[in-house]
């Protein structure tokens, strides 16, 4: 399966960027993943770069108001795109602004991570960290508590 992640700004705090490293070494036995950065900017124009960077199969578009998952509900959610046969899922995160209409359109699932409000930048690593837990769920290996 082939994963993307597309997300409006970039990470420039060190931190963060290790952070995001880390993750994607540890998903690499489990998925391709690649990492799209759009450029910040109204969200309409980002709405556009973000759509342009779609690569088929399942839009999924983290949004405050999306649904709510549990980590074994999203490794469900995860484990039946996979028996369904989907080749690639897209992970979509806004930028302080949010999403615009055209990309919540367009997505297949809305996602909230949390009821809180994270910098975009701690939305990738928690994605990340979450993509990264459901597979140690899904494959039944330890990790998950």
């Avoid at 700004?9 to 960027?17: H, T």
């Avoid at 290790?18 to 709405?47: F, H, W």
């Avoid at 399942?58 to 074994?72: F, K, N």
């Amino acid at each position: 399966m082939h994963m993307r992640i597309i997300a409006v700004g970039r990470i420039r705090e060190r931190f963060w960027q290790d952070a995001a490293s880390y993750y994607l070494r540890r998903l690499s036995p489990y998925t391709r993943l690649d990492v799209v950065e759009v450029r910040e900017e109204d969200p309409i124009k980002e709405g556009r770069g973000i759509l342009a960077h779609l690569c088929g199969g399942v839009t999924v578009a983290l949004d405050e108001h999306g649904e709510s998952m549990s980590s074994q509900e999203l490794a469900l959610w995860l484990q039946n795109r996979i028996v369904e046969g989907c080749g690639s899922i897209n992970w979509i995160i806004g930028g302080p602004e949010g999403l615009s209409q055209d990309v919540l359109n367009r997505s297949d699932l809305q996602l909230s991570l949390s009821k809180m409000t994270f910098p975009y930048q701690m939305a990738r690593i928690l994605l990340l960290e979450q993509l990264y837990r459901a597979f140690k769920i899904i494959k039944n290996e330890p990790y998950h508590r």
